[in-house]
């Protein structure tokens, strides 16, 4: 069994996320740099692969993806139901 190991995607959080109002509400997106090396990372991976390190690199920034893709969604549910709470 081979286990994979991952750059921590806390590593990421002070640099690599930022806030952008759209409409009346405010998003989580990686920030320029972050996003351009998730997509240079995702082109080798297609092209020429990645060693090891660049592995480990892009399954840290796909998981700190998938944390902040779902964060708004879990806010907004338990905000609802913070709400549905007080009436």
Do not use: H
């Not at 190991?5 to 405010?26: C, E, F, L, Q």
């Not at 892009?58 to 708004?72: K, S």
């Amino acid at each position: 069994m081979m286990t994979q190991t991952m750059v921590k995607p806390s590593s990421w959080i002070s640099t690599g996320i930022i806030t952008a109002k759209v409409r009346d509400r405010y998003l989580f997106k990686f920030s320029e740099e972050l996003q351009s090396r998730l997509d240079d990372l995702n082109e080798r991976l297609k092209g020429i692969g990645l060693n090891d390190r660049e592995k480990a690199e892009l399954a840290g920034i796909l998981e700190l993806d998938q944390i902040f893709t779902l964060l708004p969604r879990l806010l907004a549910n338990s905000r609802f139901k913070w709400q549905s709470l007080q009436q």
